[in-house]
């Protein structure tokens, strides 16, 4: 959000819908990906705090702890444990 229109701003979860369903659509891949479902493409980031409750200075601070591509993990930082 930024502070001086905060009237022109969306909400976290609009901002990861957009990034989520919003870029599959684009891309015709809806059916593929874009949302947690059974028979999706597991792409997703696990990130280092919960972008839902974090105070919103501290959003740039957000890092990606693990991330997944096509059910592939192709990042993790080694903070958590993943079972090979």
Do not use: W
């Amino acid at each position: 959000m930024h502070p001086a229109r905060p009237s022109e701003a969306i909400t976290c979860e609009q901002a990861v819908e957009a990034y989520t369903r919003g870029s599959a659509y684009a891309e015709f891949q809806e059916e593929d990906k874009g949302t947690i479902a059974p028979g999706q493409l597991a792409d997703l980031a696990v990130l280092s705090q919960d972008i839902f409750t974090a105070p919103v200075g501290s959003l740039p601070g957000t890092e990606s702890v693990m991330t997944m591509v096509g059910c592939e993990i192709v990042y993790n930082s080694g903070t958590l444990a993943v079972p090979r």
